[in-house]
């Protein structure tokens, strides 16, 4: 069974950095498409990031391109956030998914995919203005 922690989050002032950290344990890493979502209070949980088997393909929603980077480290079974320039509005609880999937470029963004995933127990991330 696939399980999943989260690390990475805490307060940080708008325009600084953070990177999020997802350990995978279970299962074979390389099988597996893997996200980023957040849940903003409120709200509800939107796509943020997503990176394909191979780690050859990667997708960002368009409120964080040129600001977040996704990757992934198949020794370390690990997939990060790195988020920079963060702004108030990024405030959230921060998710990592996980899917096991035959498709090598990312996948949809929605629940068609996600839907079937294994999640984090989310990690916060609060950004002060």
């Known amino acids: 069974q696939v399980q999943l922690v989260e690390s990475g989050g805490g307060l940080v002032q708008s325009g600084g950095s953070l990177r999020l950290s997802c350990l995978v344990s279970?299962?074979?890493?390389?099988?597996?498409?893997m996200g980023w979502f957040r849940q903003a209070p409120g709200k509800e949980r939107e796509f943020v990031s997503a990176?394909?088997?191979?780690?050859?393909?990667?997708d960002h929603s368009d409120s964080v391109k040129g600001r977040f980077f996704i990757s992934r480290d198949s020794a370390k079974k690990t997939v990060y956030l790195e988020m920079n320039s963060l702004k108030p509005e990024d405030t959230a609880v921060y998710y990592c998914?996980?899917?096991?999937?035959?498709?090598?470029?990312?996948?949809?963004?929605?629940?068609?995919?996600?839907?079937?995933?294994?999640w984090g127990q989310g990690t916060q991330v609060t950004v002060s203005s």
């Open positions: 279970g299962g074979t890493f390389t099988y597996y498409a």
């Open positions: 998914a996980v899917r096991r999937t035959i498709l090598t470029h990312t996948p949809t963004r929605g629940n068609d995919f996600w839907g079937q995933a294994t």
């Open positions: 990176i394909s088997r191979s780690g050859n393909f990667i």
